[in-house]
């Protein structure tokens, strides 16, 4: 009898330590989305993730028209008629272009902690779409017929996606996130990625100071940026997690693990930014703007679908059902942007009669 109690026990232990290294689907996790069942992430997810792309467009654009009147103004008092010179950070247009794109943040941190990363990932280009929009809307910019169609294929592939994407989800205590990042394939994706960012440094090293870049070192930089900016979506969606869980719960004893992954947060995200900048400044940014968004969705699909076992319960023809969907983003997101490249010839320093050779270092 002992025996037999034992061996059911060892079973069991068995089965624990096997579903915490390689996961297993559970029910979603905050009580909103148990009242809409396994649909309840996608329908309260999605719409924050899509207002908060709305919103941070929106708060780029008017930081860069406030920005586009050289730095500030000037304001003329009527009473004494004297003239004072008003700097673009205390202009209100820019104010609340800084506002409308933290909040737009704000929102974007909140869905991540809600929906799947994998469905996310995907949505994240719908402010490639609403840039022209807002474009055209604002300021009568033009729309090719181009940009259209890719913008149309972006919205089918997005929906496609949201339709047959992951719906199980994990819960939001630490211990199980720390569980999450002990799983052995996510450690193999770490190991892989961080072996890309170290040889692509080096390369980076040994030629930032050479200009033009090849077009394999500024592969190599956006691929650097599209890592950094994966662990900073992935680091601050277990802060979401653990935030949303503590509040739900009414317990706000965080542990140390949180504050963790806030830093990587902040560590990763500007470190993607500076390399980005990087990329663009020595790069056509029609080939690393495409580079870059796809990269970074690719990794986020991956890395962040391994990380959060978002495919643990897909099937093989939920696969072929699911993927191709993402390939339409992929491909829609690299056609949008290099037609928005296109478009523009005379924002390229060679269509305005300037050698390539000196403008080179500046390029932006």
């Given at each position: 009898m002992l025996t037999h109690q034992s061996?059911?026990?060892?079973?069991?232990?068995?089965?624990?330590?096997?579903?915490?290294?390689?996961?297993?689907?559970l029910e979603p996790w905050n009580s909103l989305s148990n009242f809409f069942d396994h649909a309840g992430p996608l329908l309260v997810g999605i719409p924050l993730c899509l207002l908060g792309s709305t919103l941070t467009v929106c708060g780029l654009l008017l930081w860069n028209d406030s920005l586009k009147q050289g730095g500030g103004r000037e304001v003329a008092d009527k009473s004494s008629g004297k003239v004072s010179w008003v700097p673009a950070w205390l202009d209100g247009k820019f104010l609340a272009g800084v506002v409308l794109y933290l909040f737009g943040s704000f929102l974007g941190w909140i869905a991540l902690g809600i929906a799947p990363n994998t469905v996310l990932a995907c949505l994240n280009s719908w402010n490639i779409v609403m840039g022209p929009i807002l474009g055209f809307m604002w300021y009568g910019e033009r729309i090719s017929a181009t940009a259209v169609v890719s913008a149309t294929m972006l919205v089918i592939g997005c929906v496609w996606v949201a339709c047959l994407g992951p719906r199980s989800y994990r819960l939001d205590t630490v211990e199980e996130i720390n569980l999450l990042?002990?799983?052995?394939?996510?450690t193999a994706c770490c190991i892989t990625c961080g072996t890309m960012v170290g040889v692509s440094l080096?390369?980076?090293?040994?030629?930032?100071?050479c200009t033009p870049w090849s077009p394999v070192t500024v592969s190599m930089v956006s691929t650097?940026?599209?890592?950094?900016?994966?662990y900073s979506v992935l680091f601050a969606k277990c802060t979401s997690i653990v935030m949303q869980g503590a509040l739900g719960a009414a317990n706000f004893n965080i542990e140390y693990q949180f504050?963790?992954?806030a830093a990587g947060t902040c560590i990763c995200g500007p470190l993607g930014l500076y390399f980005l900048h990087e990329a663009l400044r020595n790069g056509q940014a029609s080939f690393v703007i495409p580079v870059y968004q796809s990269l970074s969705t690719v990794f986020q699909l991956v890395v962040g679908g391994i990380l959060f076992r978002e495919y643990a319960s897909f099937s093989l023809a939920k696969h072929l059902a699911f993927w191709p969907g993402v390939l339409l983003v992929l491909v829609s997101v690299v056609a949008f942007t290099r037609n928005a490249e296109q478009e523009a010839p005379e924002q390229r320093p060679e269509a305005a009669g300037w050698p390539e050779a000196e403008i080179s270092p500046a390029r932006a």
């Open positions: 061996d059911q026990a060892a079973s069991s232990m068995a089965s624990m330590v096997h579903e915490s290294l390689w996961g297993s689907p990042f002990a799983q052995i394939p996510f080096m390369n980076y090293f040994w030629w930032h100071k650097v940026a599209a890592i950094f900016a994966t504050y963790l992954w």
